[in-house]
Nanobody, 118 residues
């Protein structure tokens, strides 16, 4: 059974940095390693719908960043350790949200709260 466990959220001041992690397990049962799948990070800001902010295709062939995070956030993964990261820097109050990791097409982590506030 595939499981995703997100961590690393917290309270940070504007301009600060955080690194979110997503630990993936159970992919052996799918027949494919994590590197085969596209992975991404989504967030849901207060009062807003969940939005995709970054993703990377299977085998890391291409990547996408939402304009509002481009240049500040970096998605990466360690396929050997089954980990997916989101390095966030120059954080702004509008980045406050619950962040979710996703492995396409259907697996979601539980969400981790990021609060950017002074």
């Amino acid at each position: 059974q595939v499981q995703l466990v997100a961590s690393g959220g917290g309270l940070v001041q504007p301009g600060g940095s955080l690194r979110l992690s997503c630990a993936a397990s159970g992919f052996a049962s799918s027949g494919f390693a994590l590197g085969h799948y596209a992975v991404g990070w989504f967030r849901q800001r207060p009062g807003k719908e969940r939005e995709g902010i970054s993703c990377i295709s299977g085998r890391d062939r291409s990547s996408y960043y939402k304009d509002s995070v481009k240049g500040r956030f970096t998605l990466s993964r360690d396929n050997g350790q089954n980990l997916v990261y989101l390095q966030m820097s120059s954080l702004k109050p509008e980045d406050t949200a619950v962040y979710y990791c996703n492995v396409a097409p259907k697996w979601w982590g539980q969400g981790t709260q990021v609060t950017v506030s002074s």
